[in-house]
């Protein structure tokens, strides 16, 4: 267990539906990153924050995708009308920026799939 | 622009035998350089990492990483496998401060008895 937790670990929905996904990271982190990972692929990144603001968003990142965290804490990843092709592993992972020397600790993801 | 190559997808070794999973980078910046082992259902796990000290990086397990700028390299070895060492492996290449860490597409690591 690396200490960053991710909700639900796995969500079947419809095609068209909404999803939010959460995640609660290393308590002191001040990054907090979203990767996403299809089957047989390394994952991609999306989007990452500092503190509260979103610094950078990946062109992977359509407008259908929003991620949020309004407090520097938690954030949520939500994901309006899904089509079949967001099928995949959503990973959060956190770190404390000091310098260079920092280590991005992941969650175990949550595995959404769309029918 | 920065990523990564993993030149096998697949690397299959005896248990006790070495273990040599390749990677190249390509970096605008110095880049930070990283190897993440992935267990199944498990999530993504550090192995070691180079930031620009020591060219011969030391991580968990018993794997090491050299940097070869000249090669634009960064391979990861073990002298010896362990079953428990199965898993998928992953290069990843970042600008520092792991912002904006681009993976590799991965390795499978097989270890036979």
């Known amino acids: 267990d690396t200490g960053v937790s991710q909700d639900p670990r796995h969500k079947i929905t419809k095609r068209g539906q909404n999803v939010t996904f959460r995640c609660d990271p290393i308590s002191e982190h001040n990054r907090l990153y979203w990767y996403r990972q299809t089957l047989g692929q390394g994952p991609e990144f999306l989007t990452y924050?500092?503190?509260?603001?979103?610094?950078?968003k990946s062109r992977l990142l359509s407008d259908r995708f929003s991620a949020e965290r309004p407090k520097g804490s938690f954030s949520t990843l939500e994901i309006q009308r899904t089509e079949q092709g967001d099928s995949a592993m959503y990973l959060c992972?956190?770190?404390?920026?000091?310098?260079?020397?920092?280590?991005?600790?992941f969650g175990q993801g949550t595995r959404l799939t769309v029918v | 622009a920065q990523s990564v190559t993993q030149l096998d997808s697949h690397v299959s070794v005896s248990e006790g035998t070495p273990v040599l999973l390749r990677c190249n980078y390509s970096?605008?910046?110095?880049?930070?350089l990283f190897w993440y082992v992935q267990h199944p259902n498990k999530g993504l796990q550090l192995l070691l990492k180079?930031?620009?000290?020591?060219?011969l990086v030391k991580g968990i397990n018993g794997f090491e990483a050299e940097f070869k700028k000249s090669e634009t390299s960064f391979h990861l070895t073990k002298p010896s496998a362990h079953m428990s060492d199965a898993a998928e492996y992953f290069c990843v290449v970042s600008r520092g401060n792991n912002n904006d860490m681009r993976f590799g597409a991965g390795t499978r690591l097989t270890v036979k008895p």
């Open positions: 924050f500092q503190n509260e603001a979103q610094l950078e």
């Open positions: 970096s605008s910046y110095s880049p930070s």
């Open positions: 180079y930031t620009s000290a020591a060219t």
């Open positions: 992972a956190s770190s404390l920026v000091r310098g260079i020397n920092t280590e991005a600790f």
